[in-house]
């Protein structure tokens, strides 16, 4: 891993996403405060989860054809100058009144990750040799669960010593800095020598298509939206402790530290091990993840003690990182190269596409069911999918063998 980062590209790009995710961290958790301030109910934090993710996915559905004609160092920098601007705006809504402007800032946030997050995947293609992207992407998984850790420590720190407002304004100054870093990347841009005769809705069913065909694409798909679904247990934790049992805000900022630390383990334990197996092991390893995430969902909101939230958040986390980082691994290297940015948008569509969906039948379901009958929901669709995975791998294999 270390070696990666002495590859110029990868780490002016590992910098600005070091940066701009810790500020994301100070956002999340005080977007709560906000939404908890202005309302409060359990379908408000289900909505603001869904205004994220929706407009998400249906930008993501245009930014695949888009991103393959435009500049990717360009696309990532002016995204991040915009989220910048656009969170700082949090800090101003202080009136009940205006809850809608926090939805169409989340909303705004969001169709400018749906264009940068492609375009990241799109550069550590190009920019990794094939043979270190199972490291390059366990590092930044692991980055990722490592500044949630660190960020989310910060930021209820932060809630409890000060005001949650002020998270919002660290947030935009961090989406800022990371332009430095974003600024000094080379251009990048994949040439398609017949994208101009096929135009943008050509290239848009194309990529469709594409992904319709390619039975394995489909399967690692189906498996990482089946990750997503299980993963909304995420805002039934947030109704779960601030509403249901009344705790400050500050405390579930603090169940995201054994989420990063397991995040953190999840991303040094693949790269270790992950190559040394067969792809075999591998399938059973995925399945098993979902059983843990639905085993631990099951457990956390049938207990009332701390130590347990965060004990089963720490084995959910390792779980569900891992199945990322395999899942994201074998995307890039199925994909052909020409299709890769179109793969990744329809990824990003149908996994916040599901997780969208699943965070508003629970935020509905909170309004009048407790939240462990929910989580009874959530833990029995994990296992079902985690069976189904199976089914469909050892098809797939047999298939192989017949041929």
């Not at 100058?81 to 705006?89: M, T």
């Not at 926090?102 to 190009?126: R, T």
């Not at 039934?236 to 400050?248: D, G, H, N, S």
């Not at 270790?272 to 969902?297: C, F, Q, Y």
Request: hydrophobic share 55%; charged share 15%; aromatic share 14%.
């Amino acid at each position: 891993m270390v070696g990666l980062l002495r590859h110029h590209v990868f780490r002016r790009l590992y910098g600005a996403h070091v940066i701009h995710l810790l500020g994301n961290e100070f956002t999340f958790i005080a977007v709560l405060g906000l939404l908890k301030e202005l309302s409060g109910s359990g379908l408000s934090f289900a909505a603001g989860t869904v205004f994220r993710f929706l407009p998400y996915v249906v930008a993501s559905f245009f930014a695949g054809p888009l991103l393959e004609k435009w500049e990717k160092r360009r696309v990532m920098v002016v995204c991040n100058l915009l989220r910048g601007i656009l969170v700082s705006l949090f800090f101003w809504i202080t009136d009940a009144a205006y809850l809608w402007a926090v939805y169409a800032v989340l909303m705004m946030v969001n169709v400018c990750s749906a264009f940068f997050n492609p375009s990241m995947q799109v550069v550590i293609v190009q920019s990794v040799e094939p043979e270190s992207r199972l490291s390059a992407n366990s590092l930044i998984t692991g980055t990722n669960a490592l500044m949630m850790f660190i960020g989310q420590g910060i930021a209820a720190y932060l809630v409890y010593a000060f005001s949650f407002r002020f998270n919002f304004l660290l947030d935009a100054g961090c989406y800022f800095l990371s332009l430095l870093f974003l600024l000094r990347l080379p251009a990048i841009q994949t040439p398609h020598a017949d994208a101009e005769a096929r135009g943008f809705f050509g290239r848009l069913l194309e990529g469709f298509r594409y992904v319709k065909k390619n039975a394995s694409i489909r399967k690692v798909l189906f498996l990482q939206m089946m990750e997503r679904v299980t993963g909304s247990y995420y805002v039934l934790l947030m109704f779960f402790i601030l509403e249901e049992r009344q705790q400050p805000l500050y405390l579930f900022g603090l169940l995201d530290i054994p989420l990063g630390i397991g995040g953190v383990l999840a991303g040094l334990l693949v790269s270790k091990w992950a190559e040394r197996l067969d792809p075999r092991r591998i399938d059973a390893l995925l399945a098993g993840a979902l059983w843990v995430i639905s085993i631990s969902v099951w457990l956390m909101f049938h207990s009332g003690h701390v130590a347990v939230w965060m004990a089963t958040t720490f084995f959910l986390a390792i779980a569900s990182f891992s199945l990322v980082i395999l899942s994201v691994t074998r995307l890039q290297r199925m994909a052909d190269p020409a299709f890769l940015a179109r793969v990744f948008s329809v990824r990003e569509m149908v996994c916040m596409g599901a997780y969208s969906l699943s965070c508003l039948v629970i935020g509905w379901g909170t309004e009048w069911l407790k939240s462990a009958a929910i989580a009874d929901g959530i833990a029995g669709f994990g296992i079902v999918a985690g069976v189904i995975w199976m089914l469909l791998r050892t098809k797939a294999a047999a298939l192989d063998g017949k041929n």
